[in-house]
Protein backbone atom coordinates (compact mmCIF):
# COMPACT_ATOMS: atom_id res chain seq x y z
CA UNK A 1 0.00 0.00 0.00
CA UNK A 2 1.62 3.61 -0.69
CA UNK A 3 1.69 6.20 1.66
CA UNK A 4 -1.10 8.56 1.60
CA UNK A 5 -2.14 11.65 3.78
CA UNK A 6 -5.28 11.56 5.93
CA UNK A 7 -7.98 14.17 6.71
CA UNK A 8 -11.09 14.01 9.61
CA UNK A 9 -13.48 16.15 7.84
CA UNK A 10 -15.70 17.97 10.45
CA UNK A 11 -18.58 18.76 7.69
CA UNK A 12 -19.39 18.73 4.18
CA UNK A 13 -18.27 21.72 3.64
CA UNK A 14 -14.58 20.46 5.12
CA UNK A 15 -15.06 17.16 2.95
CA UNK A 16 -15.26 19.08 -0.41
CA UNK A 17 -12.18 21.03 0.40
CA UNK A 18 -10.34 18.60 2.06
CA UNK A 19 -11.05 16.80 -1.61
CA UNK A 20 -9.35 19.41 -3.53
CA UNK A 21 -5.90 18.30 -3.17
CA UNK A 22 -4.88 16.39 -6.06
CA UNK A 23 -5.28 12.57 -5.74
CA UNK A 24 -7.85 12.90 -3.15
CA UNK A 25 -10.74 9.86 -2.19
CA UNK A 26 -13.21 10.22 0.39
CA UNK A 27 -13.22 7.46 2.79
CA UNK A 28 -16.61 6.09 5.46
CA UNK A 29 -16.25 2.37 5.93
CA UNK A 30 -14.01 1.37 3.25
CA UNK A 31 -15.27 -2.38 2.86
CA UNK A 32 -14.17 -2.15 -1.15
CA UNK A 33 -11.75 0.75 -1.31
CA UNK A 34 -9.22 -0.54 1.49
CA UNK A 35 -8.98 -3.73 -0.26
CA UNK A 36 -8.44 -1.93 -3.47
CA UNK A 37 -5.52 0.21 -1.99
CA UNK A 38 -4.06 -3.14 -0.78
CA UNK A 39 -3.91 -4.37 -4.29
CA UNK A 40 -2.68 -1.05 -5.45
CA UNK A 41 -5.71 -0.72 -7.67
CA UNK A 42 -6.45 2.37 -5.67
CA UNK A 43 -3.70 4.68 -4.65
CA UNK A 44 -5.28 7.89 -3.28
CA UNK A 45 -2.71 10.53 -2.10
CA UNK A 46 -5.22 11.83 0.64
CA UNK A 47 -7.82 9.78 2.48
CA UNK A 48 -10.72 12.37 3.38
CA UNK A 49 -12.69 10.74 6.28
CA UNK A 50 -15.91 11.57 6.50
CA UNK A 51 -17.32 9.16 8.74
CA UNK A 52 -17.07 11.93 11.95
CA UNK A 53 -19.83 14.41 9.89
CA UNK A 54 -22.84 14.80 11.70
CA UNK A 55 -26.00 14.31 9.49
CA UNK A 56 -24.86 11.53 7.24
CA UNK A 57 -25.72 8.93 9.58
CA UNK A 58 -30.04 9.05 9.82
CA UNK A 59 -32.98 7.46 7.65
CA UNK A 60 -35.02 10.60 7.66
CA UNK A 61 -39.32 10.51 6.67
CA UNK A 62 -39.76 14.02 5.21
CA UNK A 63 -43.15 16.18 5.25
CA UNK A 64 -43.75 15.19 1.27
CA UNK A 65 -44.10 11.27 2.25
CA UNK A 66 -40.80 10.38 0.88
CA UNK A 67 -37.92 8.97 3.17
CA UNK A 68 -33.91 10.44 2.86
CA UNK A 69 -31.14 8.12 3.47
CA UNK A 70 -28.12 9.31 4.88
CA UNK A 71 -24.96 8.66 3.02
CA UNK A 72 -23.64 6.86 6.34
CA UNK A 73 -26.22 4.59 7.24
CA UNK A 74 -24.79 1.18 7.65
CA UNK A 75 -26.61 -1.35 5.46
CA UNK A 76 -27.58 -3.64 8.65
CA UNK A 77 -29.01 -0.47 10.33
CA UNK A 78 -31.17 0.59 6.94
CA UNK A 79 -32.40 -3.32 6.62
CA UNK A 80 -33.18 -3.87 10.30
CA UNK A 81 -35.24 -0.49 10.79
CA UNK A 82 -38.74 -1.92 11.25
CA UNK A 83 -40.33 1.29 9.44
CA UNK A 84 -38.02 1.38 6.70
CA UNK A 85 -38.22 -2.30 6.30
CA UNK A 86 -42.48 -2.35 6.31
CA UNK A 87 -41.96 0.98 3.50
CA UNK A 88 -39.63 -0.86 0.99
CA UNK A 89 -39.34 -4.16 1.97
CA UNK A 90 -37.39 -5.33 -1.06
CA UNK A 91 -34.73 -3.30 -0.46
CA UNK A 92 -34.38 -5.06 3.05
CA UNK A 93 -34.12 -8.12 1.05
CA UNK A 94 -31.64 -7.13 -1.28
CA UNK A 95 -29.24 -5.79 2.02
CA UNK A 96 -29.74 -8.84 3.83
CA UNK A 97 -28.78 -11.03 0.73
CA UNK A 98 -25.27 -9.02 0.39
CA UNK A 99 -22.05 -9.34 1.95
CA UNK A 100 -21.97 -11.34 5.68
CA UNK A 101 -23.54 -9.72 8.84
CA UNK A 102 -20.08 -8.42 9.81
CA UNK A 103 -19.68 -6.30 6.42
CA UNK A 104 -23.34 -4.92 6.38
CA UNK A 105 -22.56 -4.04 10.15
CA UNK A 106 -19.79 -1.70 8.94
CA UNK A 107 -20.47 -0.70 4.65
CA UNK A 108 -22.43 2.18 3.94
CA UNK A 109 -25.38 3.55 1.45
CA UNK A 110 -23.31 5.65 0.15
CA UNK A 111 -20.42 3.21 -0.23
CA UNK A 112 -22.53 0.61 -1.72
CA UNK A 113 -23.27 2.85 -4.46
CA UNK A 114 -19.65 3.81 -4.93
CA UNK A 115 -18.46 -0.28 -5.31
CA UNK A 116 -16.14 -1.21 -8.58
CA UNK A 117 -16.84 -3.97 -10.41
CA UNK A 118 -15.77 -7.48 -8.90
CA UNK A 119 -14.73 -8.64 -12.53
CA UNK A 120 -11.56 -11.25 -11.95
CA UNK A 121 -9.06 -9.21 -14.61
CA UNK A 122 -10.25 -6.06 -13.04
CA UNK A 123 -8.55 -6.76 -9.82
CA UNK A 124 -5.63 -9.10 -11.59
CA UNK A 125 -2.95 -6.82 -12.63
CA UNK A 126 -1.15 -9.12 -14.73
CA UNK A 127 -4.30 -8.55 -17.04
CA UNK A 128 -5.44 -5.76 -19.37
CA UNK A 129 -7.82 -3.78 -18.17
CA UNK A 130 -9.84 -0.49 -19.37
CA UNK A 131 -11.24 0.27 -16.18
CA UNK A 132 -7.98 -0.31 -14.00
CA UNK A 133 -6.07 2.04 -16.83
CA UNK A 134 -7.78 3.43 -20.14
CA UNK A 135 -6.72 2.30 -23.58
CA UNK A 136 -5.44 -0.52 -21.93
CA UNK A 137 -7.77 -3.69 -23.50
CA UNK A 138 -10.44 -5.57 -22.31
CA UNK A 139 -8.68 -9.41 -21.05
CA UNK A 140 -12.05 -10.47 -19.99
CA UNK A 141 -13.17 -10.13 -23.89
CA UNK A 142 -12.25 -13.68 -25.22
CA UNK A 143 -11.35 -14.89 -21.78
CA UNK A 144 -13.50 -16.40 -18.85
CA UNK A 145 -16.95 -14.69 -19.25
CA UNK A 146 -19.29 -16.54 -16.77
CA UNK A 147 -19.87 -13.64 -14.67
CA UNK A 148 -19.90 -10.95 -16.73
CA UNK A 149 -22.48 -8.60 -19.20
CA UNK A 150 -25.08 -9.63 -21.56
CA UNK A 151 -26.92 -5.83 -21.47
CA UNK A 152 -25.51 -2.68 -22.01
CA UNK A 153 -21.74 -3.37 -22.51
CA UNK A 154 -19.17 -2.64 -24.83
CA UNK A 155 -15.83 -3.67 -26.93
CA UNK A 156 -14.12 -1.29 -24.24
CA UNK A 157 -15.60 -3.68 -20.70
CA UNK A 158 -17.92 -6.13 -20.25
CA UNK A 159 -17.64 -5.99 -16.43
CA UNK A 160 -21.18 -6.28 -14.26
CA UNK A 161 -21.96 -3.70 -11.08
CA UNK A 162 -22.23 -5.74 -8.03
CA UNK A 163 -24.60 -4.35 -5.91
CA UNK A 164 -27.93 -5.95 -4.70
CA UNK A 165 -29.03 -2.37 -2.70
CA UNK A 166 -28.70 -0.48 -6.18
CA UNK A 167 -31.20 -2.81 -7.82
CA UNK A 168 -34.62 -2.30 -5.75
CA UNK A 169 -33.35 1.61 -5.51
CA UNK A 170 -33.31 1.86 -9.28
CA UNK A 171 -36.70 0.43 -9.47
CA UNK A 172 -37.97 2.96 -7.11
CA UNK A 173 -36.75 5.97 -8.81
CA UNK A 174 -34.23 6.53 -6.01
CA UNK A 175 -32.35 9.67 -6.47
CA UNK A 176 -28.87 10.61 -5.04
CA UNK A 177 -27.72 13.89 -3.06
CA UNK A 178 -24.40 15.20 -4.19
CA UNK A 179 -22.46 18.20 -2.71
CA UNK A 180 -19.22 19.55 -4.32
CA UNK A 181 -17.10 22.22 -5.47
CA UNK A 182 -19.59 23.72 -7.69
CA UNK A 183 -22.40 23.33 -5.33
CA UNK A 184 -25.72 20.62 -4.74
CA UNK A 185 -27.44 18.66 -6.81
CA UNK A 186 -29.73 15.67 -7.42
CA UNK A 187 -29.29 13.03 -9.92
CA UNK A 188 -31.74 9.90 -10.27
CA UNK A 189 -30.29 6.57 -9.31
CA UNK A 190 -30.95 4.91 -13.47
CA UNK A 191 -28.38 8.11 -14.35
CA UNK A 192 -26.08 7.71 -11.62
CA UNK A 193 -24.29 4.69 -12.81
CA UNK A 194 -22.36 4.34 -16.08
CA UNK A 195 -22.39 1.95 -19.16
CA UNK A 196 -18.75 1.28 -20.23
CA UNK A 197 -19.12 2.97 -23.70
CA UNK A 198 -15.47 4.76 -24.91
CA UNK A 199 -14.68 5.15 -21.19
CA UNK A 200 -15.13 2.45 -18.89
CA UNK A 201 -12.54 3.87 -16.31
CA UNK A 202 -15.70 6.23 -15.63
CA UNK A 203 -18.11 4.58 -13.21
CA UNK A 204 -20.23 7.17 -11.97
CA UNK A 205 -21.22 10.49 -13.00
CA UNK A 206 -19.45 12.20 -10.01
CA UNK A 207 -17.19 14.49 -10.69
CA UNK A 208 -13.78 15.29 -8.52
CA UNK A 209 -14.59 16.28 -5.18
CA UNK A 210 -18.36 15.59 -5.59
CA UNK A 211 -19.38 13.39 -2.32
CA UNK A 212 -23.12 12.07 -2.04
CA UNK A 213 -24.89 12.73 1.28
CA UNK A 214 -27.59 10.71 0.63
CA UNK A 215 -30.22 9.15 -1.04
CA UNK A 216 -33.88 9.20 -1.82
CA UNK A 217 -36.64 7.68 -1.89
CA UNK A 218 -39.78 9.36 -3.78
CA UNK A 219 -43.13 8.96 -1.78
CA UNK A 220 -44.72 6.79 -4.12
CA UNK A 221 -41.96 3.83 -3.87
CA UNK A 222 -43.98 3.11 -1.04
CA UNK A 223 -47.32 2.24 -2.77
CA UNK A 224 -45.71 -1.13 -3.66
CA UNK A 225 -44.81 -2.22 -0.75
CA UNK A 226 -47.54 -5.04 -0.04
CA UNK A 227 -46.24 -6.60 -3.26
CA UNK A 228 -42.33 -6.14 -3.64
CA UNK A 229 -39.51 -8.68 -3.56
CA UNK A 230 -36.04 -9.01 -4.50
CA UNK A 231 -34.28 -12.34 -5.75
CA UNK A 232 -30.91 -13.06 -6.46
CA UNK A 233 -29.73 -16.30 -8.05
CA UNK A 234 -25.63 -16.99 -6.79
CA UNK A 235 -23.19 -19.92 -6.94
CA UNK A 236 -23.12 -20.46 -3.46
CA UNK A 237 -25.77 -19.56 -0.67
CA UNK A 238 -24.00 -16.70 0.83
CA UNK A 239 -20.95 -13.98 0.18
CA UNK A 240 -21.40 -14.19 -2.69
CA UNK A 241 -22.27 -11.69 -5.55
CA UNK A 242 -25.34 -12.39 -7.95
CA UNK A 243 -25.33 -14.48 -11.16
CA UNK A 244 -28.13 -12.50 -11.99
CA UNK A 245 -30.83 -10.44 -9.41
CA UNK A 246 -34.32 -9.35 -9.83
CA UNK A 247 -36.23 -6.28 -7.89
CA UNK A 248 -40.18 -7.14 -8.65
CA UNK A 249 -42.71 -4.65 -7.81
CA UNK A 250 -46.93 -4.71 -8.14
CA UNK A 251 -49.16 -2.34 -7.48
CA UNK A 252 -52.63 -4.49 -7.95
CA UNK A 253 -55.96 -2.70 -9.10
CA UNK A 254 -58.86 -4.22 -9.02
CA UNK A 255 -57.28 -8.01 -9.53
CA UNK A 256 -55.20 -6.27 -12.58
CA UNK A 257 -51.99 -4.66 -12.40
CA UNK A 258 -52.16 -0.95 -11.93
CA UNK A 259 -48.19 -0.33 -12.23
CA UNK A 260 -45.21 -2.51 -11.90
CA UNK A 261 -41.56 -1.79 -11.19
CA UNK A 262 -38.50 -3.85 -12.45
CA UNK A 263 -34.92 -4.00 -12.65
CA UNK A 264 -32.19 -6.70 -12.68
CA UNK A 265 -28.52 -6.74 -11.42
CA UNK A 266 -25.75 -9.02 -12.51
CA UNK A 267 -26.40 -8.37 -16.23
CA UNK A 268 -24.87 -4.70 -16.59
CA UNK A 269 -22.13 -2.23 -16.13
CA UNK A 270 -25.02 -0.75 -13.38
CA UNK A 271 -28.43 -2.05 -12.27
CA UNK A 272 -30.76 -2.56 -15.11
CA UNK A 273 -34.34 -0.83 -15.17
CA UNK A 274 -37.16 -2.93 -17.39
CA UNK A 275 -38.98 0.22 -18.23
CA UNK A 276 -40.18 -1.73 -21.33
CA UNK A 277 -41.38 -4.65 -19.13
CA UNK A 278 -42.93 -2.20 -16.95
CA UNK A 279 -44.90 -0.69 -19.35
CA UNK A 280 -45.85 -4.43 -21.13
CA UNK A 281 -47.30 -5.16 -17.14
CA UNK A 282 -49.45 -1.74 -16.48
CA UNK A 283 -52.99 -2.80 -17.29
CA UNK A 284 -53.01 -6.18 -17.37
CA UNK A 285 -53.63 -9.60 -15.58
CA UNK A 286 -50.77 -11.28 -13.28
CA UNK A 287 -50.57 -14.71 -14.68
CA UNK A 288 -47.83 -16.62 -16.15
CA UNK A 289 -48.08 -15.47 -19.73
CA UNK A 290 -47.48 -11.85 -18.71
CA UNK A 291 -45.16 -12.71 -16.79
CA UNK A 292 -43.07 -14.48 -19.20
CA UNK A 293 -43.93 -11.69 -21.87
CA UNK A 294 -42.42 -9.12 -19.38
CA UNK A 295 -39.73 -11.54 -19.05
CA UNK A 296 -38.74 -11.33 -22.56
CA UNK A 297 -39.10 -7.67 -23.03
CA UNK A 298 -36.85 -7.03 -19.65
CA UNK A 299 -34.09 -8.94 -21.97
CA UNK A 300 -34.51 -6.91 -24.90
CA UNK A 301 -31.60 -6.60 -26.46
CA UNK A 302 -29.70 -9.22 -24.67
CA UNK A 303 -26.74 -11.29 -26.23
CA UNK A 304 -23.93 -12.93 -24.67
CA UNK A 305 -20.46 -11.25 -24.10
CA UNK A 306 -18.51 -14.11 -24.72
CA UNK A 307 -19.27 -17.90 -24.94
CA UNK A 308 -19.33 -18.87 -21.51
CA UNK A 309 -22.15 -16.59 -20.53
CA UNK A 310 -24.98 -16.72 -22.84
CA UNK A 311 -27.22 -18.97 -20.20
CA UNK A 312 -27.33 -15.62 -18.41
CA UNK A 313 -30.17 -14.60 -20.90
CA UNK A 314 -32.67 -17.27 -19.82
CA UNK A 315 -31.81 -17.38 -16.26
CA UNK A 316 -32.34 -13.54 -16.36
CA UNK A 317 -35.75 -14.48 -17.87
CA UNK A 318 -36.56 -16.81 -15.66
CA UNK A 319 -35.20 -15.24 -12.36
CA UNK A 320 -37.89 -12.00 -13.17
CA UNK A 321 -40.63 -14.23 -13.77
CA UNK A 322 -40.05 -16.02 -10.47
CA UNK A 323 -39.48 -12.75 -8.98
CA UNK A 324 -42.62 -11.42 -10.37
CA UNK A 325 -44.79 -14.52 -9.08
CA UNK A 326 -43.17 -13.84 -5.86
CA UNK A 327 -44.32 -9.79 -5.64
CA UNK A 328 -48.05 -11.35 -6.87
CA UNK A 329 -48.10 -13.47 -3.86
CA UNK A 330 -47.36 -10.86 -1.47
CA UNK A 331 -44.66 -9.45 0.79
CA UNK A 332 -43.59 -11.88 3.39
CA UNK A 333 -43.35 -12.07 7.00
CA UNK A 334 -39.93 -12.95 6.77
CA UNK A 335 -37.60 -11.25 4.39
CA UNK A 336 -36.17 -13.06 2.84
CA UNK A 337 -38.64 -15.13 3.17
CA UNK A 338 -37.39 -19.13 3.58
CA UNK A 339 -39.69 -21.37 1.89
CA UNK A 340 -39.36 -25.21 1.89
CA UNK A 341 -38.17 -24.93 -1.12
CA UNK A 342 -36.22 -21.81 -3.02
CA UNK A 343 -39.68 -21.48 -5.36
CA UNK A 344 -42.76 -22.56 -3.25
CA UNK A 345 -45.01 -19.52 -3.27
CA UNK A 346 -44.32 -17.17 -0.23
CA UNK A 347 -47.15 -16.39 1.98
CA UNK A 348 -49.28 -13.91 1.58
CA UNK A 349 -49.14 -11.81 4.94
CA UNK A 350 -46.92 -9.05 5.28
CA UNK A 351 -45.25 -6.87 7.60
CA UNK A 352 -40.91 -6.74 8.04
CA UNK A 353 -40.40 -7.78 11.37
CA UNK A 354 -36.27 -6.93 11.65
CA UNK A 355 -36.23 -9.72 14.15
CA UNK A 356 -37.38 -12.38 12.47
CA UNK A 357 -34.80 -11.37 9.66
CA UNK A 358 -32.08 -14.17 9.20
CA UNK A 359 -28.56 -13.44 8.32
CA UNK A 360 -28.60 -14.35 4.79
CA UNK A 361 -30.55 -15.13 1.82
CA UNK A 362 -31.03 -18.65 0.16
CA UNK A 363 -29.28 -19.27 -3.18
CA UNK A 364 -32.70 -19.67 -6.02
CA UNK A 365 -32.00 -22.94 -8.41
CA UNK A 366 -33.60 -21.92 -11.45
Not at 109 to 118: D, H, I, P
Not at 180 to 206: C, N, Q, Y
Not at 336 to 350: C, H, N, V
Amino acid sequence: MNRFDYVRAGSVAEAVAASAAPGAAYLAAGTNLLDLMKGGLATPATLVDITRIPGLSSIESLPDGSTRIGALVRNSDLAHDAGFAARYPAVAEALLSGASAQLRNAATTAGNLMQRTRCPYFYDPASACNKREAGAGCAAIGGETRLHAVLGFSEACIAVHPSDLCVPLAALDAAVEIEGPKGARTVPLTEFHRLPGDAPERDTVLEPGELIVAVRLPPEAADFSAHARYLKVRERTSYAFALVSAAAMLRLDGGRIGAARLALGGVALKPWRARGAEDLLAGREPDATTFREAAEAALEGAHASGEANAFKIELARRVVTRALQRALAGTPERVPALPASPFADAPTSRRALPQAFPQAGATAHV
